[in-house]
């Protein structure tokens, strides 16, 4: 298994490494000369200096090329992230979920294989999993072992009540993820359960984030504050900062994906927040997203005119970037509107909104008070 990653990203060549946080910048001849040398070359010395100054672990003097660095093949697509669920099923049912309805179902194993492959064609190194709950579905090891082998830099989204298995702990020491980034609802157990509505929910929750820290898996905590545990916040970074996790702290709730309001009741109103102004992003572009039936779209938000890689491999992922312009532009009740140039949501997510009819002190500074 590869211990190390030459890849190019976007308009650059990198070098990194499995489970760790760092990388280098690989200048053009390097990278070339890894990519025309075959696997049972020597790893070269200028490679295994620089290696050995970034990583002092790894030791990979006198090594063939091929047992320790995977080196990727450039991509004409041009897209360097991408995030994918694998599933909309979850063993919690938060109030404040954006998924909305959740449904188990999906596609089966070899076109799950099958589109990571195409990802990887594409491009991707840097690929989130995320569901609904993804360790519950039953193709996530195969399909995260698969995405590994094929040179990605994984982070998985969880919320960590199923991070106590074995079985899962033993792959991501064989393959170590680059994150794994797990959801907060709680501080205590009431709190938590209440907003996750499972009784035993916290029970699971403390006992995954004891074998992640225990196995020292890379972790870093979404804080998501809602009406139910506003008045645990700071318990909340409390706890995150006890036990030598990084976090960060999420109070705006947006609407489900289908453009309802019911989830928006979670919000705390004295946690309503006035976002930065919206600056663009890359969505479409450099990035794409990938639901559970293989339908790709510009990102989690703008979900309209999906792009089926089952059905159209890779070659349907030349629609994307014009389709992520359209979307960006302003329509309906944004036409002309004389703030838009410092508006704080992009359009998909201020669509959503209006669909739910969310009061526009949520989203829209029209409603913010001045």
């Not at 672990?57 to 091929?66: N, Q, S, V, Y």
């Not at 991707?124 to 999993?129: E, G, H």
């Not at 990605?152 to 702990?169: D, K, Q, Y």
């Not at 139910?228 to 995150?240: F, R, S, T, W």
């Amino acid at each position: 298994m590869h211990s190390l990653i030459a890849s190019p990203f976007l308009e650059q060549h990198v070098l990194v490494r499995p489970g760790a946080r760092g990388g280098l910048l690989l200048p053009e001849a390097n990278y070339q000369e890894l990519l025309a040398s075959g696997p049972d070359a020597a790893v070269p010395s200028w490679l295994s200096d620089t290696a050995a100054g970034q990583w002092p672990e790894l030791d990979m003097t006198g090594r063939a090329l091929g047992d320790v660095v995977l080196v990727r093949a450039p991509s004409p697509w041009g897209y360097g992230r991408a995030s994918w669920e694998i599933n909309m099923n979850c063993n919690l049912k938060c109030k404040q979920c954006y998924l909305g309805i959740k449904v188990n179902s999906g596609m089966p194993r070899k076109d799950k294989l099958r589109c990571l492959g195409i990802m990887a064609e594409a491009g991707v190194l840097w690929l989130q999993i995320t569901g609904g709950e993804p360790t519950l579905d039953r193709d996530f090891m195969a399909a995260y072992r698969h995405a590994y082998k094929l040179g990605m830099m994984i982070t998985v989204s969880t919320n960590a009540t199923l991070l106590w298995r074995e079985n899962l702990l033993r792959m991501f020491k064989e393959c170590p993820p680059y994150r794994v980034t797990v959801s907060m609802y709680g501080a205590a157990k009431a709190s938590y359960d209440e907003l996750t509505q499972h009784q035993g929910g916290w029970d699971l929750f403390v006992q995954g984030m004891n074998a992640a820290r225990r196995e020292k898996l890379p972790l870093r905590m979404s804080v998501i504050v809602t009406e139910d545990n506003a008045h645990e916040e700071q318990a909340m970074v409390d706890l995150c900062k006890s036990w030598g996790v990084e976090h960060n702290v999420f109070t705006n709730m947006t609407p489900t994906i289908y453009g309802g309001g019911e989830v928006l009741t979670a919000q705390s109103k004295d946690h309503l927040r006035m976002r930065k102004p919206f600056g663009g992003c890359n969505a479409g572009h450099t990035f794409f997203h990938t639901d559970p039936h293989g339908l790709v779209s510009i990102c989690k938000i703008g979900r309209d005119d999906q792009i089926s890689l089952p059905s159209e491999g890779i070659q349907g992922l030349a629609r994307l970037g014009s389709i992520a312009d359209r979307l960006m532009l302003r329509t309906g009740g944004c036409t002309g509107c004389q703030l838009s140039g410092s508006c704080t949501v992009c359009r998909p997510l201020a669509k959503h909104y209006q669909e739910a009819k969310a009061p526009l002190e949520m989203y829209c500074q029209h409603g913010m008070k001045r």
